[in-house]
Every structure is written in structure tokens, then in C-alpha cells.
């Protein structure tokens, strides 16, 4: 991999914007700039793609964040003139691009067209997994575990169906836009007024929403996983959020919410919870990387898989990276293993044919 041209796409046409610009200047920070040639390249949420290697170099010592691409000047880039390497040399994509328009599989069939191989899942995982409701009926084909759910779209925001959805699951739920991450659009709901509001709110985001059954007090466990066609699980860590459950503010903004890595469980617990993350990467698909959010339901269903995130956070915050340095993996090495996945996965699937 010396002499690769590491492209780090951030930014992005989603409400995850800043989440993106955050996670893009820690990758940036830990990359070998001995062992890659660095190029960002950002997306603004008009859709440019600009140079922001200049911007990037520009940063005062200790900033927090990269700027965002929508106030980098120059000219817009093409995406063939974007990914382009120099001289030959092997180019990889990182695409740190949390949401829609970055991590639904849109930017990943984009750089399949052009034949440039990226880090993480394919274009059908990406999108799975970005779909909450899709990814639950996959999962609940392969008979994995999770809490009690409903899918609509909009249109089907009857007053008859939601007195069903309260019907069905009980108070209090969560309202989630389908399409979406790092908790935006997220609610909890005690009441049908506070229902239809986050419904009203959700839809902001996403005309297919997801509505959950509220678990009482359970237990958030994260479990990092790595790789293709053999993947690993990290060590099991667990979230202990701050607020009524872990929003937003508590991820990215306050950091007041309690990481526990590694989580606090017996041997079998860690080998049972292991077990179905790596068993909802695989129905998935998932190559590269994710993150499984899970539920530990003590006293009553034990582990249920919540959520598969095929783009992670990269922050220093972020339980993705620091699972890995808890089980013997740094963050300089992750990304070396994340590149060396995504030339293996291309590698692998060129030598596909594309005549009769």
C-alpha cells in the first residue's frame, strides 16, 4: 500500500454534514502520511465536490473540525478528475459521509461506475443499512432477535394507523426517519400527541419512518466489526447515555454520555453478543466495516440487534475506533486494515466477467 492515493470524501448532502467534517479531520490526523497520499475532497450540500486540500492544510493547530466544503472556493471537481491517481499509482476512497447521499449506497454505485475501489460496504449493504425498516425485515428473515417495530411511509399516516401503532407496541415508542443517523429526527414518545408530533418531525427527513417499541432501561452494547469475506468483532462496549436515550447532543456535542469499553459482561455474554453481530453483518452483506448497536433486554429477551451502521463515527468520542484499540488494533492500523479490505473487495470483484 505505500504510495497509495487515499481520497477522504466528507461533507455530504445530509443533515450528517457536520458529523462528516468532524470524523473526516481525525482520519486525516491519524493517517501515515509516509504510507498515503492524502487528498480531501469535500461535498458541499449543494452537491459540488471541491479540493479542500488546501483548506485542510490551513488549520489552526487544535481545530475541532474540518470546514465545510460549502464555503471552500474553487472550481468544482468531476468525480473521474476527484478519485483520479497520479502517475498510476493505486488510489482508495474513504467515504466519510454520514447519511443520505453518502452512506445509502449513492456514492458507493457512483465510484463502482468509475471502478474505483472504497472503503466499506457495497451498494446494496449501504443501502439496506441506511433503511432502517429494510434492514429489519432482512434481519427478522434471518430470525435474529429485535425489538418490536413498525414500518410506514407517509401516506399511510392515517388517524387509524396510529392508533394501531399504540395499539400494538404500547407507550411510550421511538419515531425514527428510516434514512437517517446519528439520532437525527429521533424521538421518544410517552403520549399520541408527542407520536404525532415526531411523526410530523421525522418526515422532515424521510418519507418512510420507523416506529419502536421503547424497552425499559436496557442496556446499549456496541460491538465494532472488520472485514469481508472472514470478518471479526471487537471487544463488546456499552453506551450510558445522559439523556432519556442517546441523542444527538450526547454523541457529537455535550460527550457526557458514558463509554464503557469493554462493556461489563461475563464471557458467555461477550461470545452471544459477538455471535449475532457478526451474524447481522454477514444477512446484511456488510463488507469493510460496521458498527452493531444492540439491546441487552436483562431479565427478559436478553440481546436484540437494534441498528447496523455501515459508516461509523470516527470522532475521538467514537465507540468504533476505540473498540478497536481495546482489542489490540490502534487507529493508525485500523485505517491501514480498512484500506487493505477495500483493495482486496475490488480486487476480488473485478475478476467478475462482463461479456456472455
Known amino acids: ?17 457536520e458529523v462528516s467534517c468532524i470524523s473526516a479531520l481525525h ?22 465536490w471541491v479540493d479542500a486540500g488546501d483548506a485542510v492544510a490551513a488549520l489552526p493547530a487544535g481545530a475541532s473540525s474540518l470546514p465545510s466544503p460549502d464555503g471552500l472556493a474553487g472550481p468544482s471537481l468531476d468525480l473521474p478528475s476527484a478519485v483520479a491517481p497520479a502517475d498510476g499509482q493505486p488510489v482508495v476512497v474513504f467515504p466519510l459521509l454520514h ?13 463502482d461506475v468509475v471502478g474505483v475501489p472504497y472503503v466499506g460496504a457495497g451498494v446494496l449493504a449501504s443501502s439496506v443499512c441506511m433503511d432502517k425498516g ?29 392508533a394501531a401503532l399504540v395499539d400494538d407496541l404500547g407507550l411510550p415508542l421511538f419515531v425514527k426517519p428510516a434514512n437517517m443517523g446519528s439520532s437525527v429526527g429521533v424521538a421518544r414518545v410517552a403520549s399520541v400527541p408527542e407520536l404525532l408530533d415526531a411523526l410530523a418531525a421525522a418526515r422532515r427527513y424521510d418519507e418512510y419512518l420507523v416506529v419502536e417499541e421503547a424497552l ?20 463488546p ?5 445522559s439523556h432519556d436515550f442517546y441523542d444527538f447532543e450526547d454523541k457529537y456535542l455535550a460527550g457526557t454520555a458514558g463509554l464503557r469499553v469493554p462493556a461489563d459482561l461475563s464471557p458467555d455474554e461477550v461470545a452471544e453478543v459477538q455471535h449475532l453481530a457478526l451474524a447481522a453483518y454477514r444477512a446484511l452483506r456488510v463488507d469493510g466495516m460496521a ?7 436483562v431479565g427478559g429477551r436478553g440481546f436484540l440487534v437494534n441498528e447496523v451502521n455501515t459508516i461509523p463515527g470516527f470522532t475521538p468520542i467514537s465507540m468504533y475506533p476505540r473498540l478497536w484499540e481495546a482489542s489490540g488494533l ?27
Open 99 to 111: 447519511g443520505p447521499m453518502g452512506e445509502d449506497g449513492t456514492v458507493q454505485g457512483l465510484l
Open 291 to 297: 458498527r452493531v448497536d444492540l439491546f441487552h433486554e
Open 237 to 241: 462496549g456499552e453506551v450510558v447515555a
Open 27 to 48: 482520519v486525516l490526523a491519524a493517517v501515515d502520511r509516509d504510507r498515503y497520499d492524502v487528498a480531501p475532497i469535500g461535498i458541499s450540500r449543494d452537491g459540488r
Open 216 to 235: 425499559t432501561r436496557p442496556r446499549e452494547i456496541e460491538v465494532a466489526v472488520l472485514g469481508n469475506a472472514q470478518p471479526r468483532a471487537s471487544k
Open 330 to 356: 490502534p487507529y493508525a492500523q485500523l485505517v491501514d486494515e480498512l484500506v487493505r479490505l477495500a483493495l482486496e473487495r475490488h480486487g476480488r470483484r473485478s475478476t467478475f466477467a462482463t461479456t456472455r
Open 134 to 162: 429494510t434492514a429489519k425485515d432482512v434481519l427478522a428473515a434471518w430470525g435474529l432477535p429485535q425489538p418490536r417495530w413498525r414500518s410506514l411511509r407517509e401516506n399511510e399516516l392515517t388517524e387509524q394507523a396510529v
Open 1 to 17: 500500500m505505500p504510495g497509495t492515493r487515499l481520497v477522504v470524501l466528507f461533507g455530504g448532502r445530509s443533515a450528517e454534514h
